[in-house]
């Protein structure tokens, strides 16, 4: 009977698809089937450590992308990253629609389409607290929100997790990514990161959300941060990743 209503309610109230703006014809939640074709999902291979698309080679002595051999991380690893998309064609459309346009029903297309495909890579049950990366308050003053967070708030109520959006924060005002290289965005990151309440990191099992991974040096630098004021576990996800070669 409620799929019976739920038909006769999309036929006369047909919802767009908030990318493409095409009426979504059979009711499904997120983005239409045409856009969602063009979004480059990853795929198993990915490097065990960062989730690097391995294309099918892996290496001999395990799944490690050229990045992380060069980087020389040690194994097992403090902390693994997944991401789910390659930042291009209708994922990197998305995200900027939410970090520019601020357009909420975008971001939750996306957070269907990341629980949709999160449990590929991630268990989900050990999981306590999601923490979006934060950012800096002057950088959230000049942008008023924090896209990570749109994004976060829908996925968290989605997978069921408790959203944590003050027990960590930024400290440090860093220069936008595209303005340092890889080796001065290290050095100004360092001690980029506080944890406020430390008992609400203590001992607990924590998957920190970020929309794109570029170079892993916010990650690396949160991850550390969490992990320092005792985190028994922190992993990371993304929703995008830059599709070009991760050796620095
Ligand atoms: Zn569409
Ligand atoms: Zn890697």
């Known amino acids: ?14 919802r767009p698809c908030p990318l493409c703006r095409k009426v979504i014809l ?8 045409a856009c969602l074709e063009g979004f480059q999902v990853i795929q198993e291979p990915v490097c065990s450590v960062c989730g690097y698309p391995l294309e099918g080679k892996t290496e ?3 799944p490690l992308c050229p990045g992380c051999i060069s980087k020389n991380t040690p194994l097992p690893p403090l902390y693994t990253v997944r991401s789910i ?9 998305a995200i900027l629609a939410v970090k520019y346009g601020r357009q909420a029903p975008v971001a939750h297309s996306l957070s269907v389409f990341a629980r949709d495909h999160l449990t590929r890579f991630f268990p989900l049950s050990g999981f306590d607290r999601l923490v979006p990366v934060p950012l800096h308050p002057k950088r959230l003053r000049a942008r008023e929100f924090n896209q990570c967070v749109l994004l976060a708030r829908p996925l968290a109520v989605r997978l069921g997790i408790q959203l944590d959006l003050d027990a960590v924060e930024r400290v440090r005002h860093t220069l936008p990514q595209s303005a340092s290289t890889e080796k001065e965005r ?10 406020r309440k430390v008992p609400r990191i203590e001992g607990q099992s924590i998957l920190v959300f970020d929309d794109v991974y570029t170079t892993g040096a916010t990650l690396d630098e949160l991850a ?3 992990l320092s004021a005792g985190a028994s576990r922190v992993a990371a996800l993304t929703l995008a990743r830059s599709p ?3 050796i620095s």
């Open 85 to 93: 998309a390659l930042y291009t064609g209708n994922v990197r459309r």
């Open 244 to 246: 070009g070669p991760n």
């Open 224 to 226: 550390h941060c969490l």
């Open 60 to 62: 001999p002595e395990g």
């Open 26 to 33: 059979h009711e499904q939640e997120g983005f239409c089937a």
């Open 1 to 14: 009977m409620n799929a019976l209503l739920d038909e006769l309610l999309s036929t006369l109230f047909p």
């Open 186 to 195: 290290r050095k100004n990151l360092k001690g980029a990161f506080r944890v």
